[in-house]
């Protein structure tokens, strides 16, 4: 963890003391029209960069992918052959960003270090979905620092275009970073895989999660994934969670968590029985194949509830969020039943009732206005490759 401390460090070090020469290779490099870089805020091969690129590659082969990563093995683990790697701040990453037609990334990482040329064209698609926690306040206290302020200008009038999957998430992006930036209402790339009908890729994901971690074959999943908070404390108690599941849906069920990037340094203590798959580079693939999900507030679970499985909110700390941190809107309105206690949550999963559940699933997708259905990332790729051509 200090190495990452340290080589974070020295990455915004080389960023900032690097302005001269970021600069000048700006200036110095020629655009190629058939290369697009990628960028996740994670560094690995995942989220909506993943999807996108994948569809492009098989859409495309002609155009040259590269993305833009760390210099961990991890992480570097995680990408394709057709994938050319390079290490983000270093002289080549600046080489390959500036020399690239299109940039894509989820989340504040391009704006961040470089400033894109008037003929590039930077495309954000951001890593929430219809979540419920508001972005604003993540701003505020951003902009206490002054690379906080930079990059948060940068990000409102350095992206050309933002691709969303609903009304919902356009009004809420126009009120924090993109006023007057473009919205393509494609759908989420990530989510297509939740659509799958492919049971030999479903397969082929779940045995080899399995196996990895040692899931006996025969058990159901459970994936707990909590957003971040700043003590790190989980008051959830897994031994109850999987007796309440084991009862109302039968079988034996195995426990995994995922923890939000920020909250791995200090990671709390876990029964030996749960799994912890913190690093697992892709949520979509664990949400495809568990059978249930429990979150807090984090917005990977109105990507989960497209598949329409059990999904349920434990939310202990629900009183401090509704007056300090604040919601998007009340969360009584999501189609999740919520459990404040470990009782309650053990409750809620007793009267679980599949049939009412999908009914307000389907009112609550039409409320937001969602487009997702699996073939976003088509979508997606026929848009880009249309802007690489119209402006050769």
């Known amino acids: 963890m200090i190495k990452d401390k340290i080589r974070n460090r020295l990455q915004v070090l080389l960023r900032e003391s690097a302005l001269p020469l970021n600069l000048f290779i700006r200036k110095a490099s020629r655009i190629d029209p058939d290369k697009i870089a990628f960028y996740t805020i994670t560094s690995k091969f995942t989220c909506n960069p993943k999807y996108i690129s994948e569809k492009i590659r098989a859409l495309y082969p002609d155009i040259r992918i590269v993305w833009l990563t760390s210099e961990k093995e991890e992480d570097q683990k995680t990408f394709p052959d057709y994938v050319k790697r390079v290490p983000a701040f270093s002289l080549e990453g600046m080489r390959e960003a500036y020399t690239s037609k299109i940039w894509i990334d989820n989340g504040l990482a391009f704006t961040a270090g470089f400033i894109r040329k008037d003929d590039q064209i930077h495309i954000q698609t951001m890593h929430g979905s219809l979540g419920i926690k508001r972005l604003d306040n ?109 009862k109302r849906f039968g079988g034996v069920f195995s426990v995994i968590i995922k923890l939000h990037p920020k909250a791995r340094e200090k990671r709390p203590a876990i029964p030996a029985f749960v799994r912890d798959l913190s690093d697992y580079a892709d949520i979509q693939e664990l949400m495809l194949v568990c059978d249930v999900g429990v979150t807090d507030y984090s917005s990977w679970i109105f990507d989960y509830v497209l598949t329409k499985k059990p999904g349920f909110i434990f939310a202990p700390d629900v009183e401090r969020y509704n007056t300090v941190t604040k919601f998007c809107y009340p969360l009584e309105e999501t189609p999740f039943m919520i459990g404040k206690t470990n009782n309650e949550l053990s409750d809620c999963i007793a009267q679980f009732n599949q049939d009412d559940y999908e009914k307000k699933v389907d009112a609550f997708l039409e409320e937001k206005g969602c487009v997702d259905d699996g073939n976003a990332a088509e979508r997606i790729a026929v848009w880009v490759r249309s802007l690489m051509h119209n402006s050769h």
Do not use: C
């Open 138 to 246: 993540a701003i505020l206290m951003r902009q206490k620092k002054f690379l906080g302020r930079r990059d948060i200008y940068r990000e409102s009038n350095l992206t050309d275009y933002v691709i969303t999957n609903s009304k919902f998430e356009e009004d809420v992006f126009r009120s924090v970073f993109w006023k007057n930036v473009p919205m393509m209402r494609l759908g989420h790339a990530r989510t297509d895989i939740l659509f799958s009908q492919n049971e030999p890729q479903r397969r082929i994901i779940r045995e080899k999660l399995f196996k990895t971690y040692g899931i006996p074959v025969s058990d159901k999943l459970v994936l707990y994934a909590p957003t971040h908070r700043k003590d790190n404390v989980m008051d959830l108690n897994y031994g109850l969670l999987k007796e309440a599941l084991e």
